[in-house]
């Protein structure tokens, strides 16, 4: 076995150093199943850990991407190697022994997947010290609980990403040991038959190929899905497919019209062609709510069956979402049985087994479908996605899935890939561990493993958000929803002044930003000033609704003086309120770049423009009511001694 050197030229002290001494396993995400300590001299090292010329590829790009950000020294290729790597044949999938000992660093394992689980796991092992690094002596055994563990990720409701980011998601991903990644797409695939749905900077043939052999460098598989049911709007709204619907130019593309299948047929086609050689292709059909049939259930069939005999020649298992299912469980009986059912639900629930046993009992394969509940929040809801991932995927666990597939989604075209990050690496660390993630070590334990720094602050950051989101609290009351309302609307107003304690949601966000003022981690700093940006969203949030109630006190206050002997009381409470609204206008100003710039980092460019229109639409209605209060003061109290209600000066209906 080749041995870690420790000679006097390299080795600064045989002592047992603290920070290895003191090496914790709950800060590795996920977590092995098995650590066990060995007894041996703790080295602390100046020179780079060599390696073998046969190292898995990319495997030493992300444990070099992850040396140079800590200031540690990259992997050497060089004879001899610190690291021996052994690959038994037969044994558990993904099963490896990492051994760190005297005698060096030693992996057994299955197979190359299991070879880079492990130095996924070497990679959080080493710790920057004075003088250089270390590594723990330990033993590890390990092997994941499901076999799938798939991130899927929206890149059809407007955040596109760009070819960069795509491979800097798969990155993290993989490090994660997630080796699934599928992308969900509607219309967003150039596909040559029909040229004018895709939009203007689309994924091509050739960059989905590009992304298919970038992820199989990291052992993650590269998962399709194209819907071919419902979601289809954006076909739909073309004039040379509107009738393809009922009405024309909604939802769902007609199983009943043969022009259904001379579109969808070329798009798969060509999907299928340049995404060759994945393991599954999904092909939605979630949510057919528009789909009217004396039989429905025969007619959803019918249409799967169909969908999945274009995609069969390029040799990938199928798979639908499970909601028509589980409405109607007869479709199992009439759909291909190699049909992978993706079961998702994104509640609290107290157990999800129904589900799982209603589609196992059928015979098929699934994999249970937890959400990140990112749509349509200013950050993930944190609390709900946790006890939603938690609750499902050990249900998962219990019945043996197939896997996990982990939902990214982004309805309202606004919310930021670089905020999912935290429920993501929840999602990975519960398929893989046998046992439920410990949630009250979790925020340092992802603050290690992601943004490589034990640094309190970045765990504190992320425990404020889990508690803005349950101040936040109600389901229906999306955060970016509040974050556009009316602040004076009174009815909005009154109910998240009411229910909401707007004091401590601000005090939360601004400790926060308190606390990453400045800071920097070494490994994605851009993720963290996602956090902050969060954090100043949810703290102008909490001032909005502030805004709305001050304004109209201090212009109520302004009436009441009308008549007296001096103008002062009237001009100064106007003044405040439009002063107020000046201020809303600036909230907004200031966060607008900022969004830019966290969208500019990930996403394509075509989509931008509909979100920066609210913050436009936002300014400019803050300047219009500041205006309006100033008419009020100069047209109605000046000249006439009067003030209209508030309600009325901003010219808001009651």
Known sequence: MLRLLATATFLLSLAWSPAAAAFDPSVLVPQPQRVSALTCAVQIYARPLRIDARFDSGARELIDERLRALGIPPLQIASPADVAIHVQSGGAREHYRLTISNGGVAITASGAEGTFDAAMTLA??????????????????????????????????????????????????????????????????????????????????????????????????????????????????????????????????????????????????????????????????????????????????????????????????????????????????????DTVIVDFHYGRETSFAGYISRISSAGFEQMVSPGANNWNEIYPRLDLAFDNVARFVADGRNAHVLGMFMTVWHDDGESLYEATWYPIAFAAASAWQRHDVDRSRFPTAFAAEFFGTQDPRYARSLERLSAIDVNLGADDDPSDYLFWSDPFDAQIGDRIRSSVDVDKLRLDAESILSDLHGATPPLHANAARVIAL?????????????????????????????????????????????????????????????????????????????????????????????????????????????????????????
Not at 295 to 310: D, L, M, P, Y
Not at 577 to 599: F, T, V
Request: hydrophobic share 40%.
């Open 124 to 337: 959080q092992l080493v710790r920057r010290v004075r003088g250089g690094y270390t590594l723990p002596c330990v033993q590890i055994d390990d092997a994941p609980a499901l076999r799938w563990r798939i991130v899927s990720d929206d890149i059809s409701r407007g955040p596109l990403p760009t070819m960069r980011y795509f491979q800097e998601r798969i990155r993290g991903l993989a490090a994660l040991k997630i080796n699934g990644y599928s992308i969900y797409m509607e219309h967003v695939f150039a596909d040559a038959a029909h040229p004018l749905v895709a939009p203007a900077d689309p994924i091509t043939p050739a960059q989905l190929r590009e992304l298919r052999d970038y992820a199989a460098r990291f052992h993650v598989a590269l998962v399709p899905e194209q819907q071919t049911l419902a979601h289809m709007h954006e076909t739909l709204r073309w004039e040379q497919f509107g009738a393809l619907s009922t009405p024309p130019h909604a939802w769902l593309l007609s199983p009943a019209n043969a022009v259904t299948y001379a579109y969808l047929t070329p798009l798969l086609r060509a999907i299928g062609a340049a995404a060759g050689g994945v393991p599954f292709f999904h092909l939605g059909s979630d949510e057919p709510l528009e789909l009217r049939s004396a039989n429905v259930a025969k007619v959803f069939a019918a249409h799967v069956t169909r969908v999945e005999s274009i995609i069969r020649p390029f040799g990938a298992r199928p798979m639908i979402w499970d909601d028509a299912i589980q409405q109607n469980p007869s479709i199992l009986g009439m759909i291909p049985k």
């Open 534 to 654: 969060a954090a100043r969203r949810y703290d102008a949030l909490g001032r909005r609704f502030e805004i709305g109630a001050e304004a109209k006190r201090y212009y109520d206050d302004a009436r009441t003086h009308i008549g007296e002997s001096s103008d002062s009381p009237v001009y100064r409470g106007l003044n405040l309120a439009k002063y107020l609204c000046w201020e809303l206008r600036d909230d907004l100003l200031a966060i607008e770049p900022l969004y830019r710039e966290a969208w500019t980092y990930e996403s394509r460019q075509a989509a931008l423009g509909a979100v920066l229109t609210r913050f436009h639409l936002g300014e400019q209605q803050a300047i219009v009511d500041a205006d309006r209060l100033n008419e009020a003061e100069r047209e109605d109290y000046a000249r006439r001694k009067a003030l209209p209600e508030f309600e009325n000066a901003l010219r808001r209906s009651h």
